[in-house]
């Protein structure tokens, strides 16, 4: 019994070993337990310090337990479920130790976190539940979603309010009994999590294979090959309906007008930028985001006209929310793009056999031309968003990311395909890193001096104006561009 | 052979009774099948593309669950498998199941732990002679070596009944030859029941003591391949000739094919030891012959 629970434990530990760059890791921990260090180190106050301590360890152990339900739910294959003798048994039985030594030590550190001011009882039992809703959230993903967004409707719909009686009526029950309600609990919410794994039956056959193909998917997605949201099933596939349907239509428009004979550059790229940028294409990626502010509007008017919540504060405590989320959709393309023409490449040595594509110099110049016309067209009206959100909050800062993301766009998809490498997790996030911390000291820089804005704008596009000339003329000596990647 | 676990039993290792499964929105997989899998047989499942031999194999194991019917594993309902039973059971899937993220070493450290007999020196032979890399991920390893690595997993064990779905698929001619051999010996060694689909016929030829068909949701016929190739015969004539002829030898039509001008012909399974009557014609028929005609 022993050795087959050390084994399913120690997988999580193999896995993630084989799975990521040991130094990418260690480095990682390093920087963030660094950080917190020097951090706590100027706290003038010790129960302050240890406050935050406490809460970055309880997080850690949130993180650490999703980590090891991700490992125990994909070891949860349906075959050894119901082929090899004792392994559903064990897995429960692992999961039950690890979720009962997790929960007790987030219960312990939240006590010491809050000075004893909540009792340890409660504390353990709202740790042990949350690890079980992240452990069904993990298996159904929309429950992780309502159940994460749950909190964030308590207020403004006032149920702290009309479930006050119902809550105090509870927590004198609770101070009855409070360590035998804390054993019952437990029971009920680890039969519950037990729950979470099938038997090898039908329906636990087609949840593994769809997670499995969700996973392969944000794997994939880690190097920048972005699966579209119809891979989330079908309510994404609901989600994602209208933005095929002006995909197809599009497809259908180009090769109407397709003339083999005397196809245009234009027509001929535009063909061949559908299948070099994949869902990453200019008009998947514009609807996707059109969709998505709708979606967001409609959520907001809601909130406004409906639940009353003021639009002026709200915008004004959510400007650098918004920002950021604007500002990931919109500049997007100028580090993604690059990326889709390696994940593209066994397509374009078909492509580049195909009548009337241009080869050599041309061909260069037009592929980082449909690169940056996309991307300076997202660039554009992403800005134009950013400064409307700059006027409403009176806040300039937030142009920072059209300041930082230009120059970085344009550096990225002037640089020759044919050496690309092979996109890494680590490749592909470095120049997002770049552009976050950039932006990070603009932002900086502009809330210190807000007339500094402007100036950084003519600098930025100044550089950028600079690099396109340099990079444009360097492309026109670089090697045939596709396949991407063929001399890396 | 009788195993030195399990003494030896007429009692079926795999027993399946009026199957049928169809896939939601889609045509009936399984209609009414019945078929049993006695202790030391060794039987080559085929069948067209899409015949079922995939969705058999797993409701059989107990991987998919039947709209009617029952699957017996040594006499235990599949879906309800105590884990003695589940040790005697090795299973090699079409799809690769292995964890990815575990080297070789560790993916068979990891299964060694559940099972109560391991045959750590075969694990280790089959390991080198097969030149499967030790301390490589998973996913790193070809399709070939991935293949073979789930072969060694489900025969580590030393399994009583052994369901292999296309598991020669990705190897080359030396790697299959391999695995036969290996196939081989752990049948004449253990008496293992072995049933495994495939499409590459002259595999059957060298290890399949019996066929089974697969077609239109049942076993069509399930012989020994020896007997079916010795047996069955292709008869051309009109329909009254071949329905007397039929009569007379007492021969069983497995299948019938209208010719033009009131012609037909017959594939047909003669009784044993019936010699063809002086001026009757037959063709014999070879495997791909038989494959062609019956699935």
């Given at each position: ?5 050390n084994q399913i434990?120690?997988a999580?530990w193999r896995?993630?070993?084989a799975?990521s760059?040991r130094w ?5 921990y390093?920087v963030v337990l660094?950080g ?6 100027f706290m ?6 240890i406050?935050i301590?406490c809460?970055?360890?309880?997080l850690a ?5 999703v ?5 125990l739910?994909q070891q949860?294959?349906p075959?050894?479920?119901r082929l090899?003798p ?6 429960r039985?692992a999961t ?8 007790a030590a987030q ?6 976190a ?5 009792p ?6 709202a740790?042990?539940?949350v690890g ?5 959230g993990?298996?159904?993903w ?6 994460y ?6 207020v403004p719909l ?6 006050a ?7 004198d ?5 409070p360590?035998?309600?804390?054993a019952l ?5 680890g039969?519950?999590?037990?729950r979470?794994y099938?038997s090898g039956?039908?329906?636990h056959?087609a949840?593994?294979e769809?997670?499995q193909r969700m996973l ?5 997605g880690?190097?920048?090959?972005r ?6 099933g079908r309510?994404?596939?609901w989600f ?8 197809a239509?599009w497809l ?8 083999p004979?005397q196809?245009s550059l ?6 061949a930028?559908l299948?070099?940028h994949?869902?990453?294409?200019w008009?998947?990626h514009?609807?996707s985001?059109?969709l998505?502010l709708l ?7 809601l909130?406004f006209g409906?639940?009353g919540?003021a639009?002026g ?11 950021f ?5 919109g500049?997007?393309?100028?580090f993604a793009l690059r990326?889709?023409?390696?994940h593209?490449?066994?397509e374009?040595?078909?492509l580049?056999?195909?009548?009337g594509m241009p080869?050599?110099?041309q061909?260069?110049?037009a592929?980082a ?5 996309h991307?300076?067209l997202a ?17 300039s800062?937030?142009l920072?990311?059209?300041?930082a993301?230009?120059p ?9 395909p044919?050496?690309?490498r ?10 997002l890193?770049?552009?976050f911390?950039l932006?990070?000291?603009l ?5 210190w001096l807000s007339?500094l804005?402007w ?7 100044a ?10 003329r360097?492309l026109?000596q670089a090697?045939?561009?596709l396949p ?5 | ?9 007429d009692?079926?290792?795999a027993?399946l009774?009026?199957l049928s499964?169809?896939y ?6 399984l209609?009414?099948?019945d ?5 030391g047989q ?5 069948g067209?593309?899409g015949?079922?031999?995939?969705t058999?194999l797993e409701?059989l194991?107990?991987?998919r669950d ?7 594993i040594?006499g ?6 105590d884990?003695a ?5 090795g ?8 964890f ?9 450290a990891?299964?060694?732990?559940f ?6 020196a ?5 390991l ?13 390893l070809?399709g ?7 072969i060694i997993r ?5 399994p009583?009944?052994l369901?292999l779905?296309e ?11 391999d ?14 029941t072995v ?5 590459i016929l002259?595999d059957l ?5 019996n ?5 239109q949701?049942?076993i069509?016929?399930?012989?020994p391949l020896?007997e079916?190739?010795?047996?069955v015969?292709?008869f051309t ?6 329905a ?6 007492g021969?069983q039509?497995l299948?019938r094919t209208?010719?033009e001008?009131g012609?037909e ?5 003669l009784?044993a ?9 037959a063709d014999?028929?070879n495997l791909?012959?038989?494959f062609?005609e019956?699935?």
């Open positions: 019994m022993t050795a087959s629970l434990l120690l999580f896995q993630s070993n799975d760059s990418a890791r260690a480095s990682f390093g660094a917190l260090g020097v951090a706590l180190w003038p106050v010790v129960q302050v310090r406050a301590a809460t970055v360890l309880v152990s949130f993180g650490l337990w980590l090891l339900l991700v490992n739910l949860n294959h075959t050894s479920a090899v004792g392994h559903l048994r064990r897995l039985q039950l130790i690890a979720w009962l030594l997790i929960g219960g312990v550190l939240a006590w010491w809050l000075a004893g001011h909540v340890l009882p409660p504390l353990v039992l740790a042990a539940a079980v809703c992240a452990a069904w993990q298996r159904h929309l429950w992780a979603v309502a159940l967004m749950a909190p964030f409707f308590v006032h149920l702290h309010e009309h479930l009686p119902q809550w105090h009526a509870l927590v029950l609770w101070q009855l009994q360590w035998g309600w804390l609990g437990l029971v009920v919410l039969a519950l999590l037990v979470v099938g039956d039908a329906s056959r949840a593994y769809k997670r392969k998917l944000a794997r994939s880690m190097t920048g090959n699966a579209g949201i119809a891979a989330l309510f994404g596939e994602a309906w209208p933005v095929d349907t002006l995909a239509s259908s428009r180009l090769l109407a007008r397709a003339q004979k196809a234009a027509n001929v790229m535009a063909r930028e299948v070099l994949g869902l990453q294409h008009l998947r514009g609807a985001v059109g998505t979606c967001v509007g409609l959520g907001c008017a909130a409906l639940l919540v639009s504060p709200f915008f004004s405590s959510a400007t650098f929310g918004i920002a989320g604007l500002g990931i959709a500049f997007n393309p100028g990326n889709m023409l390696w593209t490449r066994r374009q040595a078909l580049v056999l195909l009548p080869q050599g110099r061909l260069n110049r592929v031309f449909v690169q940056l016309r991307f300076l660039w554009g009206l992403t800005s134009l968003l950013l400064g409307g959100l700059a006027l409403l909050t009176g806040n800062s937030v920072s990311m059209s300041i993301s230009l970085l766009g344009v550096l990225n998809l002037t640089r020759a044919a050496t690309l092979a996109p890494t997790p680590w490749t592909t996030s470095r120049p890193l770049g552009f911390l932006n990070a000291v932002w900086g820089l502009c809330a007339g804005v100036l950084l704008a003519g600098i930025s596009l550089l950028s104006a600079a690099l396109l000339t340099w990079r444009w360097v026109a090697p045939s561009a991407a990647g063929r001399l890396a | 052979m009788t195993s030195t676990h399990f003494p030896h039993t009692t079926p290792s027993e009774h009026g499964l169809s939601p929105k889609g045509d009936l997989v209609n009414s099948l078929w049993q899998l006695l202790p060794v039987v080559g499942l085929l067209r593309n015949a079922g031999k995939t058999l409701t194991l107990g991987l039947p709209q009617a019917g029952s699957v017996k040594f235990q309902d599949a879906t309800r498998l884990d039973v589940r040790a005697r059971i299973y090699v899937p079409q799809q690769n199941d292995l990815e993220g575990f080297t070789a070493t560790q993916l068979l990891y299964f060694k732990s099972y109560p007999r391991w045959d750590e075969r694990v280790e032979g089959l080198s002679r097969w030149e499967i890399p030790r301390d490589r991920p998973i996913r790193k070809s070939g070596q991935q293949q073979r690595l789930s489900a025969l580590a064990h030393e009583d009944l369901v779905d598991p020669v698929a990705s190897l080359d001619p030396v790697g299959r030859r695995f036969l051999r290996e196939l081989v010996e752990q049948v004449l060694d253990r008496g293992t049933v495994f689909s495939t499409h002259s030829e060298r290890v399949a003591f066929l089974a068909f697969l077609s949701g049942r069509a016929l399930q012989a020896d079916l190739l010795d047996q015969r292709a004539g009109s329909v009254s000739e071949m007397g002829l039929m009569g007379r030898l021969a039509a299948k209208p010719l001008a012609r012909r017959v594939l047909a399974r009784p030891n019936v010699a063809l009557p002086a001026g009757v014609a014999r028929v791909d012959d038989l062609a019956l699935t």
